[in-house]
């Protein structure tokens, strides 16, 4: 049996070439928003629908070579947790797989069935985002056990650029001296309002650490870990607020895909608190890209999941309006529609 393949990115050197077009989107710098509109976006629907979006990007990447992974999103009305978690995780998985059974796609269950993950994700900026002007997001990710918070979290750090193609492949977040870092380049991609695909890029850095470690939790504390962070034109003492999201995940099943390729479905509920009612949902699954080029009869079949059993066949599960927030659970958290 093909090993599963875990919804992570896949770590990468920091100088290897990324994923990055000028036909992605990319964080605006005039904007506080994540996502600038794409080129692609201007275009008709029937040009948008004419090619697969993984022979788009090769299209445009070329001769950029090394891609990481790829994640597919699919932010899922709240209403459909109206009676609780494990009803809403259960009925949606439910859906899911009828729409998987429709379009040919085989899906099987875990044998952990719909046993939850709490975590919390808080993101760090100013008022303004100021921060997310200069491209870049930080994020604290604790895992619970028992209750309790289970140490060390993760800081994440993401660079993305507005208007220079190689700001990624030049990264400039290496860590002070000391700490262990993991580095990649990641595609997430969702459905548009034309029904076409679209995809943006994050180049995540992440570092384990113990909660003394950052301080109070200034620019400046992350800045000691991130140097780069303390160019982004801001007092060392920068006091940043934090944006929580109370999370909820669900790993039901795998999916698998052409080419012999098995990715995890993870499901994912986002509360104001711990225990309280969810307000927005995810269906994703990762895709890990060693040789994204020559991958084209998984990529198409990811894509057309996506697409077809998710956007089409399962569209009543879909967010209202979800595409004005490009896939992503943070601009729904932080209000920042895509343009």
Request: net charge positive; aromatic share 10%.
């Amino acid at each position: 049996m093909t090993p599963t393949l875990k919804r992570q990115t896949l770590r990468v050197a920091r100088m290897a070439p990324g994923l990055l077009a000028a036909g992605v989107l990319i964080a605006a710098a005039a904007s506080p928003l994540v996502a600038a509109e794409p080129q692609d976006a201007k275009k008709p629907a029937a040009e948008m629908s004419a090619g697969p979006l993984w022979e788009r990007n090769v299209a445009k990447w070329q001769p950029l070579r090394q891609i990481a992974s790829r994640e597919f999103k699919f932010l899922v009305d709240p209403q459909h947790f109206a009676a609780g978690r494990e009803a809403g995780f259960k009925a949606v998985w439910e859906k899911v797989k009828v729409a998987a059974a429709k379009n040919g796609f085989k899906v099987s269950d875990s044998k952990k069935g719909l046993r939850e993950a709490f975590s919390t994700k808080e993101y760090f900026d100013t008022p303004d985002f100021k921060l997310r002007k200069a491209g870049y997001v930080i994020r604290i990710s604790t895992k619970y056990a028992e209750g309790k918070p289970a140490f060390p979290f993760t800081l994440t750090v993401k660079e993305m650029s507005p208007d220079n193609l190689y700001r990624i492949l030049g990264s400039k977040l290496e860590t002070a001296k000391g700490y262990k870092v993991q580095a990649g380049n990641e595609e997430n991609i969702s459905i548009s309002a034309n029904g076409a695909l679209n995809g943006y890029i994050e180049s995540a850095w992440e570092v384990k650490l113990k909660p003394e470690e950052v301080g109070a939790k200034t620019l400046g504390d992350f800045g000691k870990i991130f140097p780069a962070l303390l160019a982004a034109g801001l007092p060392a003492d920068t006091k940043l607020q934090p944006k929580t999201a109370f999370g909820y995940k669900v790993v039901p099943g795998t999916l698998h895909l052409d080419g012999g390729v098995d990715v995890d479905i993870e499901m994912e509920g986002w509360a104001a608190s711990a225990d309280s009612a969810i307000y927005l949902g995810e269906v994703s699954f990762s895709l890990e890209t060693p040789d994204y080029y020559a991958m084209g009869e998984t990529h198409a079949s990811a894509e057309r999941f996506l697409q077809i059993c998710l956007g089409r066949d399962a569209a009543d599960l879909k967010l209202a309006n979800g595409e004005r927030w490009a896939g992503s659970k943070v601009l729904f958290l932080l209000n920042l529609p895509n343009p």
